[in-house]
């Protein structure tokens, strides 16, 4: 039965949501939408010895994203973990009419929705033994958690990162040069429309209308991504000046990324097999910052968000999961 505010998602069964209430911004009401799939008696048999058996996994999507990896959340669960997906503010099923998608000028901003589903999240647990969590973030997400991780180590017991945009495209040095006339305009007009970038290779190389094999709403992931604003692009900046100084994480964390990247101005088909919006060498580079117990995979044609890549891509990236779980601390 569901529990009270909790609703069937767009997703379907066994998918359910519920709304967080984040109180208001200069744009009105913001809310997170935290994401559950309702698992049946039979399912907590059968995977109640799994090598994620007592850890809740909470994911966040990256930047112009949402949850709907529903095959994430199930092999996820049938290692023994309790899955969730939050969609942050202003983004997916959280996205309000007038607000500015996925606006905001600091990552930490972020913490009222992690510590949202939190909450949420122990009140299914309440009176039960302490569960360890692992947050699991893509893209953006990743940067996010992972900063989120170095302020809150207390509640985390494992990272797992897919693709996270640890770095820059262009490596530190490139971020330092562009950072500051970023940090400029964000100072004189944070909501500026900047130039667009993407050229839709990334929802090409995914999309079933595409080259891909995965369908999901348009609105809430839009062929092209949403519209850069400098406030928000200086933020992201600021966080991966953060990684690159060191976060001096000490749990496990586990770092997935393609083998290449393919970032250039004309399609090609070899970009269905490879990353098209990070520059992987340099993530895997900066991902020795993050602390000291890291691992890095690199997955052969794999794409920018692992878990969408062909199926035997997939099986990689799970079985990967799978050994790197055996690391956790009980």
Request: overall charge negative.
């Amino acid at each position: 039965m569901t529990q009270a505010g909790w609703r069937e998602d767009v997703l379907g069964a066994p998918f359910e949501r519920l709304e967080l209430p984040l109180g208001e911004d200069a744009e009105g009401p913001v809310v997170a939408t935290l994401v559950r799939r309702r698992r049946s008696p039979t399912d907590l048999l059968l995977h109640a010895h799994g090598p994620l058996h007592g850890v809740d996994v909470l994911y966040v999507h990256g930047w112009s994203d949402y949850f709907f990896q529903v095959e994430l959340a199930e092999r996820l669960e049938a290692l023994g973990a309790r899955f969730h997906a939050l969609d942050l503010r202003k983004y997916g099923r959280s996205l309000r009419p007038r607000q500015t998608p996925g606006f905001v000028d600091d990552l930490s901003v972020y913490d009222e929705d992690i510590a949202a589903a939190l909450d949420a999240i122990s009140a299914e647990h309440r009176g039960g033994p302490r569960r360890r969590l692992v947050p699991m973030g893509h893209s953006t997400g990743g940067l996010t958690l992972s900063l989120w991780a170095a302020r809150h180590p207390d509640l985390v017991d494992g990272l797992l990162l897919n693709s996270p945009w640890l770095e820059f495209q262009a490596n530190a040095v490139g971020r330092a040069l562009v950072a500051p006339v970023i940090k400029l305009g964000a100072r004189r007009n944070p909501l500026a429309p900047l130039p667009a970038v993407d050229p839709g290779f990334y929802t090409r190389s995914v999309s079933a209308s595409g080259e891909g094999s995965w369908t999901y709403e348009q609105q809430w992931r839009p062929d092209r991504g949403f519209p850069l604003h400098p406030g928000w692009l200086a933020a992201v900046f600021d966080g991966q000046a953060t990684v690159e100084a060191g976060l001096g994480l000490e749990v496990p964390a586990l770092v997935m990324l393609s083998d290449k990247s393919m970032l250039q101005p004309r399609w090609d088909d070899g970009m269905t097999h490879a990353d098209v919006a990070l520059n992987v060498d340099v993530v895997a580079h900066r991902a020795l910052s993050l602390g000291s117990e890291v691992t890095v995979r690199r997955l052969h044609g794999a794409l920018h968000d692992v878990v969408l890549s062909a199926p035997e891509v997939r099986a990689h990236a799970y079985d990967a999961i799978t050994r790197w779980a055996t690391t956790l601390r009980p």
